[in-house]
């Protein structure tokens, strides 16, 4: 059986803006990927769903604000628990200057308006890492 | 120590991170994946496992979440697989059964993990009944198997849990039609959920109507749930105990368990000895076969028949 790409897409609960996320749900579908969908309240639950999940991929959607503090305690938290084989990819609406700053944390790319859902699903590809068997 | 050991022995030691790699193994068919899940096999048999079946909307997702929080009441560790389809031409799939169980992550005595059924007929993943056996290994005390929305004939839950609950729905009257020639015959515990919706009552009746035809006793119970507000969760729960303390006072569970081992080890002998009947033809023989298939000539029980000789043959010979 073939290894399947499988991504966690998490958006806020509180944030209703979930058109983005769950249009991107289909296309990765239909790229091949199992895509787990879900919604967060706080970083924690996202570490500890992709634990339990043993995803490739974190997308997190953010579309109200106050996502800086949500991709700084989740990477802190992924490099805590020693986690270094999950990319972690945004979107939403997420400012240019503050992409900046998630780069330098180590989320790569930010998906926001105007981006295809093809160029998402080609970043993953190249990007998603080798996962070790333990 | 290799790292084959490593991963068996933290799963032993209840590390859920090890469980969910090794639970990945098996999805992918990796190397090292069977050898490692019949090192964990002697570890395994002490949980209770829960099937939960039933159409699609019924609202499974929640009455399992519903289901887990009364057992962790109880103080049980419980893991719960969720499966979803995966689309039949792309191969993706979308896992939002999580969605209806946000009050279960962050605790630690509860592992949910969501499986694609990877083109696997039956309402399961293929990996599902191995994956039960690696959260047993890990000490979960319950196992709650949610199978994907099922129609007629998705029944393999039957062959992998202790208990099967169906879950149906109000309104869904052609749904127990199409229900009664397999689905039903795997409910252990039936549950009408949504009961504040109208025509609940009528549903229940019609259940219990068919239920009293089949002859069983006991005759399984049809109890009415409004899972999203918790309401008859704990009935359900405690039917469910009930049920097994019953068939386990009998040996009839005991008995259950070694049918399903029965039976997957035979559905393995199907498919190994598939796989090595197509390994062992070489081209020309699949050509000639296929020719003979495009020609009328042969009907395919006759192919079928010329193929597993040649397997005979090749084994003779070593």
């Keep these: 059986?073939?290894?399947?790409?499988?991504?966690?897409?998490?958006?806020?609960?509180?944030?209703?803006?979930?058109?983005?996320?769950?249009?991107?749900?289909?296309?990765?579908?239909?790229?091949?990927?199992?895509?787990?969908?879900?919604n967060f309240l706080v970083a924690e639950e996202i570490i500890a769903t992709a634990l339990q999940e043993d995803v490739d991929v974190i997308g997190v959607s953010s579309s109200a604000g106050g996502h800086m503090p949500v991709f700084e305690e989740l990477m802190s938290g992924l490099a805590a628990a020693s986690v270094d084989d999950v990319l972690v990819i945004g979107g939403g609406i997420i400012p240019d200057v503050d992409a900046r700053v998630l780069a330098g944390l180590g989320v790569p790319a930010v998906f926001g308006p105007g981006a295809s859902a093809e160029s998402a699903v080609e970043f993953i590809k190249e990007h998603v890492r080798q996962r070790s068997a333990v | 120590m290799t790292e084959d050991d490593d991963l068996v022995s933290r799963?032993?030691?209840?590390?859920?991170?090890?469980?969910?790699?090794?639970?990945?193994?098996?999805?992918?068919?990796?190397?090292?994946?069977?050898?490692?899940?019949?090192?964990?096999?002697?570890?395994?048999?002490?949980?209770?496992?829960i099937g939960v079946t039933g159409p699609p909307g019924a609202g499974k997702s929640t009455l399992v979440e519903g289901m887990v929080r009364?057992?962790?009441?109880?103080?049980?560790?419980?893991?719960?697989l969720a499966v979803d389809?995966?689309?039949?031409?792309?191969?993706?799939?979308?896992?939002?059964?999580?969605?209806?169980?946000?009050?279960?992550?962050?605790?630690p005595g509860v592992y949910v993990r969501s499986m694609a059924s990877r083109a696997h007929?039956?309402?399961?993943?293929?990996?599902?009944?191995?994956?039960?056996?690696?959260?047993?290994?890990?000490?979960?005390?319950?196992?709650?198997?949610?199978?994907?929305?099922?129609?007629?004939?998705?029944i393999a839950i039957a062959g992998t849990a202790d208990c099967t609950v169906l879950v149906t729905m109000p309104g869904a009257g052609d749904g127990i039609q199409a229900m009664k020639a397999g689905v039903l015959e795997i409910g252990d515990v039936f549950v009408v959920n949504k009961a504040d919706r109208e025509g609940a009552l009528r549903t229940r009746r019609e259940l219990n109507a068919m239920l009293r035809m089949q002859d069983r006793?006991?005759?399984?119970?049809?109890?009415?749930?409004?899972?999203?507000?918790g309401d008859g969760v704990e009935q359900v729960v405690r039917q469910v105990e009930e049920f097994l303390d019953t068939r386990r006072g009998s040996g009839q569970l005991q008995k259950r368990r070694l049918r399903h081992l029965e039976r997957e080890a035979l559905e393995l002998i199907g498919a190994q000895a598939r796989r090595r009947t197509l390994a062992t033809l070489d081209q020309a023989t699949i050509d000639e076969l296929s020719e003979a298939l495009w020609e009328r000539r042969q009907d395919p029980a006759t192919v079928a028949a010329r193929a597993l000789a040649a397997l005979q043959w090749a084994d003779n010979d070593c």
């Design chain 2, 121 to 154: 007929l039956g309402g399961l993943a293929e990996a599902t009944p191995a994956a039960v056996r690696v959260l047993d290994a890990m000490g979960m005390d319950v196992i709650v198997v949610e199978t994907v929305g099922v129609g007629q004939s998705e």
């Design chain 2, 85 to 107: 389809p995966s689309s039949p031409f792309t191969g993706g799939a979308i896992l939002g059964d999580r969605i209806r169980m946000a009050s279960l992550t962050g605790d």
């Design chain 1, 1 to 38: 059986m073939a290894n399947r790409i499988k991504v966690l897409l998490t958006k806020p609960t509180h944030d209703a803006h979930d058109r983005g996320a769950r249009y991107l749900a289909r296309k990765f579908r239909d790229a091949g990927f199992e895509v787990v969908f879900t």
């Design chain 2, 70 to 80: 009364a057992w962790r009441d109880r103080g049980r560790t419980v893991g719960v």
């Design chain 2, 217 to 229: 006793t006991p005759r399984p119970v049809v109890l009415l749930t409004k899972a999203d507000m």
């Design chain 2, 11 to 49: 799963v032993l030691a209840r590390d859920q991170r090890a469980g969910a790699r090794m639970i990945t193994l098996i999805e992918n068919d990796a190397p090292g994946a069977a050898s490692r899940l019949a090192e964990l096999f002697p570890h395994t048999g002490r949980a209770a496992v």
